[in-house]
């Protein structure tokens, strides 16, 4: 609705770059399931354009300052651009505003699994799976946690789990893998890997 590009830097036609929004009228605002604060930032992240996506979900978090999905998208953005500590930040957020987010949980843990942190990565894959029991990523989390504190026995459990959960997803079974390889079990540990091939051929991982 503005064509001009200059236009669109006054704040008149994009509220968010007013320097101040105090002294205007309280507003409903029913979104019905789109969040046009976050559009913007989606639209430049499916372009790749991650610069920019990043610029967009810090303008709505500065309207908005406890907006999930912003906090959310905006780790996502950094993981892309090799931010970590700035994702784990922004998915912790996303996860302490809403408790029931389980993949924030699983992101901010995955995080904390790469830095060695096992105790705290555990305790995020648990608060994931009393969200979303049914998620195999936090089952893989919690999984990968437990190995890392030296409980293999319950760390096999929760990879079986989430194969149980999804016998399609390719992680899970890279990941059983992995605790069957560390385990000794290499004839059981080739197998897994080759199924994890099997179900993602592109799987660098297995």
Do not use: M
């Not at 009228?25 to 992240?45: K, M, N, R, T």
């Not at 970590?84 to 922004?90: G, N, R, V």
């Not at 194969?163 to 992680?171: F, K, N, Q």
């Amino acid at each position: 609705y503005v064509p001009n590009k200059e236009h669109r830097k006054d704040w008149r036609a994009s509220p968010l770059l007013a320097k101040s929004l105090k002294g205007l009228p309280e507003a409903l605002v029913i979104l019905a399931g789109f969040d046009p604060l976050c559009a913007e930032g989606d639209a430049y992240a499916a372009q790749g354009k991650l610069k920019e996506a990043t610029i967009e979900y810090r303008n709505a978090l500065k309207a908005v300052p406890d907006l999930v999905e912003a906090h959310y998208q905006l780790g996502r953005a950094y993981l892309q651009t090799e931010e970590p500590e700035k994702a784990y930040q922004s998915f912790v957020r996303a996860a302490d505003l809403d408790p029931a987010h389980a993949d924030a949980h699983v992101r901010a843990g995955t995080l904390l699994l790469v830095a060695g942190d096992y105790r705290e990565a555990r305790t995020l894959a648990e608060r994931a799976l009393k969200a979303s029991p049914a998620s195999a990523d936090a089952h893989i989390l919690l999984g990968n946690a437990l190995a890392g504190l030296d409980n293999p026995g319950r760390a096999l459990n929760q990879i079986e789990q989430a194969i149980h959960l999804d016998p399609t997803y390719a992680p899970a079974w890279t990941t059983l893998g992995a605790l069957r390889f560390h385990g000794g079990k290499r004839e059981e540990a080739r197998q897994a890997f080759q199924k994890a091939v099997d179900l993602n051929p592109k799987s660098a991982d297995a």
